[in-house]
C-alpha cells in the first residue's frame, strides 16, 4: 500500500505580539515566499484578532491562508469581549486554533469549553487546528497517553466522522512551548503515531490516514528539517520563531523539503 501524502502545514502562531505595523510588515515577507500557486507546502499565520483584517489584505493574492488564536463558541450578542465564528469567516479567517495550553492553563479553558468551540467552528466553516499535550510532569511520570486520551475526548467527542476532515491536531508538550526545549523527533513521532491511533480506533481508519498531525515546542530553523521529515510529523505550528521572516522562512522550506521526501529519513 503506498504511503498516504499528507501535504504539510506551517502555521505560525503570533500569541500576543507585534502591533499593526509589525504584524503587516511580517505578513507581507512572509506572502512574498508563499506566493499564489505554491503547493509544496501549506503556510498559515495566526495573529491577534485586532490585527486580523490588516493581515488579511496583507497576505492578498498569496497562498499564505490566514487563522485566529480562538473563538467563543456562541452565535453573535451578549458576550462582551469575545468573538464570534461568523467576524472571523467575515475578515478572511479560513482557520482557528482551539485549545492552546496557555488557553488551557492560564485562561483555564476546560474540555466542554473546547468542544463547544471545535463544534461551533466546524458548523461556521473554520478549519480546526486542535491543540493537546502534557505537562513535564506528566511525561516523566508515564501519563503522556492518559493525558491525551482525556484531551482528545475531551474537545472530540461527538464529531461526527464527515467533520473530521475539518480538524487538524497540535501535539505541543507543554514543557516544549517556548522554553527552547524540544521534543526529540522521535518523541513527536512515536506520540503522533498514538494520536493517529486514537483517531483511527473512533473513525474510518481510511479518513483518519489524510488528517494532519502538527507538532509544535520550540520549532525553530536548526530543528524543523528532523521533526518534518518523520513520517508521522505533518506540520509545525510554530510561536517564537513565526514572528521573524528570517526565522519562520527556513522552517517553510524545511517543511517543502520534507513534503517532496527530501528531508533527513530520505
Ligand atoms: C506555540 O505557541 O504553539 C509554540 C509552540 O510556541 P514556541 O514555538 O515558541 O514554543
Known amino acids: 500500500m503506498s504511503e498516504p501524502f499528507r501535504r504539510k502545514l506551517v502555521a505560525g502562531n503570533w500569541k500576543m505580539n507585534t502591533t499593526r505595523a509589525s504584524a503587516v510588515e511580517l505578513a507581507r515577507g512572509i506572502a512574498q515566499l508563499v506566493p499564489a500557486g505554491r503547493t509544496d507546502v501549506d503556510v498559515l499565520v495566526c495573529p491577534p484578532f485586532p490585527y486580523l483584517y490588516a493581515v ?10 490566514l487563522g ?17 465564528v461568523n467576524m472571523l469567516t467575515d475578515v478572511g479567517c ?11 492553563h492560564i485562561l483555564c479553558e476546560t474540555d466542554s469549553v473546547l468542544r463547544r468551540k471545535v463544534a461551533a467552528a466546524i458548523v461556521g466553516g473554520l478549519e480546526v487546528i486542535f491543540c493537546v499535550g502534557e505537562h513535564l510532569a506528566e511525561r516523566e511520570a508515564n501519563q503522556t497517553e492518559k493525558i491525551l486520551d482525556s484531551q482528545m475526548a475531551g474537545g472530540l467527542t461527538g ?6 476532515e475539518h480538524v487538524t491536531i497540535a501535539y505541543e508538550p507543554v514543557w516544549a512551548i517556548g522554553t527552547g526545549r524540544t521534543a526529540t523527533a522521535q518523541q513527536a513521532d512515536d506520540v503522533h503515531l498514538y494520536l493517529r491511533k486514537w ?15 502538527l507538532y509544535g515546542g520550540s520549532v525553530n530553523p536548526k530543528n524543523a528539517l528532523e521533526l518534518l521529515s518523520e513520517p508521522n510529523v505533518d506540520g ?31
Request: proline share 4%; hydrophobic share 40%.
Open 56 to 65: 488579511a489584505s496583507a497576505i492578498e493574492g498569496s497562498a499564505v491562508q
Open 68 to 84: 485566529a488564536q480562538d473563538v467563543y463558541y456562541e452565535p453573535p450578542g451578549a458576550f462582551t469581549g469575545e468573538v464570534a
Open 94 to 104: 479560513r482557520f482557528v486554533i482551539v485549545g492552546h495550553s496557555e488557553r488551557r
Open 159 to 164: 464529531l461526527a466522522e464527515a467533520d473530521l
Open 199 to 213: 483517531l483511527a480506533d473512533r473513525y474510518n481508519p481510511r479518513r483518519v490516514q489524510s488528517t494532519r498531525i
Open 236 to 266: 509545525a505550528l510554530v510561536g517564537g520563531a513565526s514572528l521573524k521572516v528570517e526565522t519562520f522562512q527556513p522552517i517553510i522550506e524545511a517543511a517543502a523539503v520534507a513534503t517532496q521526501g527530501g528531508g533527513t529519513k530520505a
